[in-house]
T-cell receptor, first 115, second 117 residues
Framework: KAGVTQTPRYLIKTRGQQVTLSCSPI?????VSWYQQTPGQGLQFLFE???????NKGNFPGRFSGRQFSNSRSEMNVSTLELGDSALYLC??????????????FGPGTRLTVL | AQTVTQSQPEMSVQEAETVTLSCTYD???????LFWYKQPPSRQMILVIR??????QNATENRFSVNFQKAAKSFSLKISDSQLGDAAMYFC??????????????FGKGTHLIIQP
């Protein structure tokens, strides 16, 4: 079974631009969660999507948004990029069943650099 | 809000020896899981071991075991017979469950584990 894939792996943008990151979960998984990892703040939960609906949300400004498609692939979008948005963005997939008690499998991440 | 604290930014151990990584957490929830994740230089997060709060027996996965002290809100990871491949960042994480659903993972700041050959 193929693992979680994230595209692109590396991205360079300038302040004020917007960016879209993509995550393809493991086949059969319906839940996708997104996390931001920075040296200063560590790993922080952004949001979770399950069956095309946002099921949970972390404490991030509205510039961070996401969506999920019928094939469970998910995208996250960051508008009006700031220098502080430079980070490794990780997505994790799981079946989403069992009340979220199933294991989450992480992708390799997308490294976003904002100049 | 739940918090996870890892007080050891870096640990070093000789190959084949045993090392224990510390983690404490703060929560008022009763239904939760605790996890240890490993993040090698490749940055891919890998689940090492997990513990359900309701289970008193400490989880074990081969050379990895935990010491779960629920009253003290402590969740340490013991790695026995350390191997060079164990070198990585280790993150303690927490996830609570309520209303039939789960919150996102809350992570500690991580412990950088160095294995000396």
């Amino acid at each position: 079974k193929a693992g979680v894939t994230q595209t692109p792996r590396y991205l360079i943008k300038t302040r004020g631009q917007q960016v879209t990151l993509s995550c393809s979960p493991i086949s059969g998984h319906r839940s996708v969660s997104w996390y931001q990892q920075t040296p200063g703040q560590g790993l922080q939960f952004l949001f979770e999507y399950f069956s095309e609906t946002q099921r949970n949300k972390g404490n991030f400004p509205g510039r961070f948004s996401g969506r999920q498609f019928s094939n469970s692939r998910s995208e996250m979008n960051v508008s009006t990029l700031e220098l502080g948005d430079s980070a490794l963005y990780l997505c994790a997939s799981s079946s989403g069943l069992a009340g979220g008690r199933d294991e989450q499998f992480f992708g390799p991440g997308t490294r976003l650099t904002v100049l | 809000a739940q918090t996870v604290t890892q007080s050891q930014p870096e640990m070093s151990v000789q190959e084949a020896e045993t090392v224990t990584l510390s983690c404490t957490y703060d929560t008022s929830e009763s239904d939760y899981y605790l996890f240890w994740y490993k993040q090698p230089p490749s940055r891919q997060m890998i689940l090492v071991i997990r513990q359900e709060a309701y289970k008193q027996q400490n989880a074990t996965e081969n050379r990895f075991s935990v010491n779960f002290q629920k009253a003290a809100k402590s969740f340490s990871l013991k790695i026995s017979d350390s191997q060079l491949g164990d070198a990585a960042m280790y993150f303690c994480a927490y996830r609570s469950y309520s209303g039939g659903g789960a919150d996102g993972l809350t992570f500690g700041k991580g412990t950088h584990l160095i294995i000396q050959p």
